[in-house]
């Protein structure tokens, strides 16, 4: 049964002549594609083995990848990517967890995994720049075809969630599932076999694989690979490869904008690009700039399609509900919250009964779980609805807003504060690349603001003039205002270049980083933290008997 699969789909590609994937070094047609994937496919099936048929990939964006996922969907078999930006015991587990048969690689790769148990003997690595490998791919079958058990619900991929907020976990995602996002998505971005689909994300990652490869595997448009995201190499690429879409993920888009801007800019084929992070001020700076329009959207790993977009809505909204099962409730009662209600600068002003859950009371029945994660299913399925984990809420004319995930509000003076607009708010700043802001206790009660900034490598902050910055920002108010600060060339990131929040909370201001702390002498202004600083204020703690409420 190949209707339904992504098997089917690059069935559909074969004898196709048209252009299928490009790098910079060269070109290969659409049934060359589907060719060199029935070679890996012919690979994957002399090799297999008992039991789970899984095979991880550890490669940068190169054609390879592209070539083992379609391989795995004719074989049958999950290909398991393998963030290259994870390290030592935390990659160790990962990969030993997903009960890898191969493991695909090369030789920079290899050394990443050298010293770690993941549970795959060294005879069973396939390193794709070593001459043998080469030589058994010459030698497999290049006729395509699909192994009679591939179904709809094949497993086809399992995918590390982010981890910024807690451990990755492995999601599952079947042929049918990657087929129906890549037809969505496809008609939803406007993807047609004319495009050409700028690949920058890695592909280990939902975003590149969901709204990208998928779409354009389903319209026939050409994939054009870059090893990693450069800033510097984006207009170049998008240039040299004629691109006129692309995904984006997390830092990307600020980086983007923070390259020397040309008069030339917005002589480029770019039309439209799609993801997450990039705040409304980006996205105009990015349609000034580069003549494309960025759609922010909303999804996950573990499920997509709750939110349609409606780009007659405010530019803050993710859109309308895709249908009526999708909706905002009380994580507690269960019960639907009432519409926001919006001040003049878009702050909700009744967020206590206004901000819940989002949830899609039919998508339990989708959900397709992680793998050997039993805690982690039931904690996304209850009452027989699928949980996002995500907050938002819905302004009163039915547009859905993201409000972040729970840890994304601050109680400041009994008030709710919200991380994901200051973070917004900070963005604003020329000199500020990226920003998370997070909640870190106050010594007397409650908590307070403390935001991380990452700036050009160079930046002082006194060259921020933060507090004059901020002070003009109408819509933040006094308690949005950081009193930490932190300042970086380097936040720390996960794969896809999702800021680690949980984890720059959990050092807070005892971060190596330079901190500056809010001060009132002498008018508002920030001072630069010292050890002695830092000290001080744990004596405050432990003399108010919070010291227990520190990470």
């Known amino acids: 049964m190949t209707r339904g699969t992504v098997a089917g789909l690059l069935l559909d590609r074969a004898r196709d002549t048209r252009t299928g994937l490009r790098t910079r070094e060269r070109t290969w047609t659409w049934d060359e594609v589907v060719r060199e994937s029935a070679a890996r496919a012919d690979l994957l099936r002399s090799l297999r083995t008992d039991g789970p048929f899984h095979v991880g990939v550890l490669l940068d964006n190169v054609p390879e990848y592209l070539f083992w996922l379609g391989g795995a969907a004719l074989a049958g078999a999950s290909v398991v990517g393998i963030n290259s930006t994870r390290r030592g015991e935390y990659l160790e587990a990962e990969v030993r967890h997903t009960d890898c048969q191969l493991v695909v690689t090369d030789r920079a790769g290899l050394a ?265 299913d039931a904690e996304r399925v209850r009452h027989g609805w699928y949980w996002t984990g995500d907050l938002g809420y819905v302004d009163e004319d039915g547009h859905v807003y993201f409000a972040g995930r729970s840890g994304d509000w601050i109680r400041v003076d009994g008030e709710n504060i919200s991380a994901l607009h200051a973070e917004r708010v900070l963005r604003r700043h020329p000199a500020i690349l990226a920003a998370g802001v997070f909640a870190v206790p106050d010594p007397r009660s409650g908590d307070q603001v403390m935001a991380a900034v990452e700036v050009p490598a160079g930046t002082a902050f006194a060259d921020l003039r933060l507090p004059a910055f901020l002070a003009a920002q109408e819509d933040l108010g006094s308690k949005g205002t950081p009193r930490f600060v932190r300042l970086s060339a380097g936040l720390p990131t996960t794969g896809s270049g999702k800021l680690r929040k949980k984890e720059m909370q959990a050092e807070g201001w005892r971060t190596s980083d330079a901190v500056y702390r809010w001060v009132g002498r002498g008018g508002p202004s920030y001072e630069l933290m010292t050890d002695d600083d830092k000290a001080a204020l744990r004596e405050e703690f432990a003399a108010a008997g919070r010291l227990r409420f520190l990470p």
């Open 112 to 376: 990443l995994l050298d010293g770690l148990d993941i549970g795959v003997d060294r005879s069973r690595f396939l390193l794709v720049d070593d001459p043998a490998y080469a030589e058994e791919v010459a030698a497999a079958d290049r006729e395509p075809r699909i192994d009679p058990a591939v179904t709809p619900e094949t497993q086809m991929l399992l995918l590390f969630t982010s981890g910024t907020t807690g451990a990755s976990k492995a999601v599952r995602c079947s042929q049918g599932r990657l087929t129906g996002l890549g037809v969505a998505n496809a008609a939803k971005f406007d993807i047609d076999r004319d495009d050409v689909s700028y690949c920058c994300m890695p592909l280990f990652h939902g975003n590149a694989l969901m709204a990208l490869w998928a779409p354009s595997l389903v319209a026939g448009a050409c994939v054009a690979l870059t090893p990693k995201f450069s800033a510097s190499g984006f207009l170049p690429d998008v240039r040299f490869h004629g691109a006129t879409y692309f995904t984006y993920v997390g830092k990307a888009i600020g980086y983007v904008l923070a390259t020397p801007e040309r008069p030339d800019d917005a002589d480029n084929p770019l039309t439209h690009g799609f993801g997450t992070e990039a705040s409304p001020e980006d996205q105009a700076e990015f349609k000034r700039r580069f003549g494309a329009k960025l759609y922010e959207g909303y999804g996950s790993s573990e499920g997509a399609g709750l939110i349609r977009l409606a780009p007659e809505g405010p530019v803050t909204a993710l859109g309308r509900p895709a249908h009526d099962d999708v909706c905002i409730v009380d994580p507690e009662t269960r019960r639907e919250c009432p519409a926001a209600r919006l001040d003049p600068h878009g702050r909700v002003l009744n967020a206590e009964e206004a901000i819940g859950e989002i949830v899609n009371k039919s998508g339990a029945a989708t959900f397709e779980g992680y793998y050997k994660n039993p805690a982690a």
